[in-house]
């Protein structure tokens, strides 16, 4: 069974910057897309970015693009989310995901089939 574990959260400053990291183990995933998402009190899950494992193809939501970064390590079997210029309404629970069926819309919740627990980010102005 494949598990993901989010780390990375915490409390920062309006303008500051976070890496998350999502630790992936259980099987073998040079097939899987890893997504991240992030929910806030009151609102619908949000798709962030995804990234193939294979190729390294990356996805970026219109909303956050320019401000995130999506990438892996290979031998870490680790994605990270590298957010900055953070503001308080990416205040969230991160939560990342991963499929391999990769032919699946990248951005639909329900393209993914493993979540991890999440991490909360919380941006103070």
């Known amino acids: 069974q494949v598990q993901l574990v989010e780390t990375g959260g915490g409390l920062v400053q309006a303008g500051g910057s976070l890496r998350l990291s999502c630790a992936a183990s259980?099987?073998?995933?040079?097939?899987?897309?890893v997504g991240w998402f992030r929910q806030a009190p009151g609102k619908e899950r949000e798709f962030l970015a995804a990234?193939?494992?294979?190729?390294?193809?990356?996805y970026y939501a219109s909303s956050v693009k320019g401000r995130i970064t999506i990438s892996r390590d290979n031998a870490k079997n680790t994605v990270y989310l590298q957010m900055n210029s953070l503001k308080p309404d990416d205040t969230a629970l991160y939560y990342c995901?991963?499929?391999?069926?990769?032919?699946?819309?990248?951005?639909?919740?329900?393209?993914?089939?493993?979540w991890g627990q999440g991490t909360q980010v919380t941006v103070s102005s």
């Open positions: 995901a991963a499929n391999r069926f990769r032919y699946l819309p990248v951005a639909a919740t329900t393209s993914y089939n493993y």
């Open positions: 259980g099987g073998t995933f040079s097939m899987y897309r």
């Open positions: 990234i193939s494992w294979s190729d390294g193809n990356t």
